[in-house]
């Protein structure tokens, strides 16, 4: 039947789909509300539907009556998103949905991210599912909290994934690619209790790094771009160092897997204003340098503010800062076998000051899972100097390429005639919860897919539209190929 829609009744009816997810608050670690959306959807459309105890969503539609003999087949999403608002805009991302402006070719949102990733994968597995013609058993699972942990993906039972020969996961971010592989992730959360005392220097400054670009940590790790929380923890030392300094907080950052864009911390000083300016001017060109047209609008600015009551005792704020500016952080290894991947890197996320400490997010990635414990292993050490606890999570797994999957050259030979070229087959550093699916199911056959959405995880995220059709297209066509296996 999808054949014979024209392509603006499918991109309309996908949007649709789409702006119901967008109206519903929806950050990592908050979906109930759309699930109970999801689910309540999905029945009204007379799908078989289970939402399980991590709020994940199964629903299950019939094979076609000539199919019943047909391999199921998976489509996967998440419905969770990273949900961050440019500077100054008013948002709140457990209770504001997403206003959604259409400009041109492309859908954005006023003033926030889009949470295309991975909304806009959900709205296609629902459209699949009314729409899908001649085709096996068809599933739709939609699991939470990928953005955070993907401990969405770790709980699903089993069960709902063994019984399947192919899954369709539809989390990737440019359309032209058929991604066979992906990079796995440990999450590494530092806290270090503070010891508070009265501030013995005479003013208070807010020292800010800004306009920097930020961006994904997997997608646009191999930019050079700069986090601006380790460009801000080089700023304090030069400060204290130079200048003397206490400082009585230390912000910034948006999620584990954003690189920074911003940070900002307050610190007293006995030095004058123009001597803070002019360390932070040197500081601010050096970055410039290292950095180069990755972030040419990199800033640094030197502000008073109020005078704090408290700040950090000194041997806090010295391991604090230590902790900060060694973390690893950027491209950390090159793959052998895939030529320009990112085999190992490393993202300082978030940093968060507190009445009763700091709080830090590291988010490293690898393609070797081996790699991932090295990582954990080496974060307990550094913990260990400076101080903190370091609480490293269960590593995700990587997934690696399949090298005779007969859904990739379905997909490869689909895409190929209905666009007129080849689409790139291709491994990414970004992580994606397919290493769990294969874990679950060795003999499960994963491509992962996705529209061409752009500066994801940040408020330019935007969607091309033209590649909405395409990619139904390619995934329906794609169906009905597996089902006559």
């Not at 080089?234 to 300094?245: C, D, E, H, K």
């Not at 996320?349 to 790699?371: I, L, M, Q, W």
């Not at 769990?436 to 995880?457: A, C, M, W």
Request: hydrophobic content about 40%.
């Amino acid at each position: 039947m999808i054949d014979e829609y024209n392509d603006e009744t499918i991109l309309e009816d996908v949007l649709k789909e789409f702006a119901g997810l967008a109206a519903i608050a929806r950050p990592s670690g908050h979906e109930k509300a759309v699930s109970d959306y999801l689910r309540q959807r999905l029945t009204e459309l007379g799908f078989s539907v289970v939402q399980d105890d991590a709020n994940n969503i199964i629903a299950d539609k019939e094979a076609a009556p000539h199919r019943q003999n047909a391999p199921r087949t998976i489509l996967q999403a998440h419905m969770d998103m990273v949900a961050v608002a440019r500077e100054g805009v008013a948002f709140n991302p457990l209770t504001d949905g997403i206003k959604l402006v259409q400009d041109g070719e492309y859908l954005r949102a006023d003033g926030t991210s889009l949470g295309a990733d991975d909304g806009i994968g959900v709205a296609v597995g629902i459209y699949m599912l009314k729409n899908a013609t001649d085709c096996g058993p068809l599933r739709l699972i939609v699991t939470t909290d990928e953005e955070r942990g993907m401990t969405g993906a770790q709980y699903i039972d089993a069960k709902y994934v063994t019984d399947a020969a192919c899954l369709i996961n539809c989390d990737s971010e440019n359309f032209d690619e058929l991604v066979v592989g992906s990079a796995g992730g440990v999450d590494i959360n530092f806290t270090r209790k503070i010891n508070w005392c009265l501030p013995q220097k005479n003013a208070a400054y807010r020292i800010k790094v800004h306009n920097l670009k930020g961006g994904h940590s997997g997608e646009r790790i191999g930019d050079g771009r700069g986090n601006a929380l380790h460009i801000l923890a080089a700023t304090l030392l030069s400060v204290n160092t130079i200048a003397g300094a206490e400082i009585a907080a230390i912000n910034g950052g948006k999620a584990k897997n954003v690189i920074p864009d911003s940070a900002e911390a307050i610190v007293l000083s006995n030095a004058k204003e123009q001597t803070l300016r002019y360390i932070a001017k040197v500081t601010q060109e050096n970055f410039a340098k290292i950095h180069g047209d990755a972030d040419p609008a990199i800033t640094i600015t030197v502000t008073p503010t109020e005078k704090p009551a408290d700040v950090f005792a000194a041997e806090d704020a010295e391991n604090v800062l230590r902790l900060l500016y060694l973390l690893p952080k950027g491209v950390l290894g090159m793959s052998r076998a895939v030529p320009n991947l990112v085999e190992s890197s490393a993202n300082l996320g978030t940093v968060r000051t507190t009445d009763k400490g700091v709080n830090v997010e590291f988010y490293p990635r690898s393609s070797v899972d081996a790699r991932l414990t090295e990582f954990a292993n080496a974060a307990k050490e550094l913990a260990a100097l400076t101080g903190f606890a370091a609480d490293c999570q269960e590593p995700s797994p990587a997934w690696h390429e399949n090298k005779d999957s007969r859904l990739a050259a379905i997909m490869r030979q689909t895409f190929a005639a209905q666009n007129s070229r080849a689409p790139k087959v291709t491994v990414i550093h970004a992580g994606l919860e397919c290493g769990y699916f294969y874990r679950k199911n060795p003999q499960l056959d994963i491509v992962s897919v996705g529209v061409t959405t752009e500066d994801i995880h940040s408020p330019d995220e935007r969607l091309l539209l033209s590649t909405v059709v395409k990619e139904v297209r390619l995934i329906a066509t794609t169906i009905k190929t597996v089902a006559q296996l």
